[in-house]
């Protein structure tokens, strides 16, 4: 079963860069057909998708946070990674990261969550 663990800074000031990591255990990366995702949740406001890394390679992000956003991965590390610059106190939120797949034959592996960091911007 896949696992997923974010780390990162809690506290972030306005203007500054957000990096975050999910380790990832139980399942590889780079195998089958699954999409790495990056997903927050503001206070009081539901799930907001922020963009993904797919098993391939193959990266997206939402239009409005494209401009500032990048997600990246280390294959040897089994690591995913998404850094933000710009930061501004509306980022503020808890930071997910999500794993959802299926096989090569198609079968649904599963939709996995990590616990969930909390990343406030404030000065």
């Known amino acids: 079963q896949v696992q997923l663990q974010e780390s990162g800074p809690g506290l972030v000031k306005p203007s500054q860069t957000l990096s975050l990591t999910c380790t990832v255990s139980?399942?590889?990366?780079?195998?089958?057909?699954?999409?790495w995702s990056w997903i927050r949740q503001s206070p009081g406001k539901g799930l907001e998708w922020i963009g993904y890394?797919?098993?391939?390679?193959?990266?997206y992000y939402i239009p409005s946070l494209q401009s500032r956003t990048s997600i990246s991965r280390d294959t040897a590390k089994n690591t995913v990674y998404l850094q933000m610059n710009s930061l501004k106190p509306e980022d503020t939120a808890v930071y997910y990261c999500?794993?959802?797949?299926?096989?090569?034959?198609?079968?649904?592996?599963?939709?996995?969550w990590g616990q969930g960091t909390q990343v406030t911007v404030s000065s």
């Open positions: 890394i797919h098993s391939s390679g193959e990266i």
């Open positions: 139980g399942g590889s990366i780079t195998t089958n057909d699954y999409y």
């Open positions: 999500n794993a959802d797949g299926w096989d090569y034959s198609g079968n649904y592996l599963g939709d996995y």
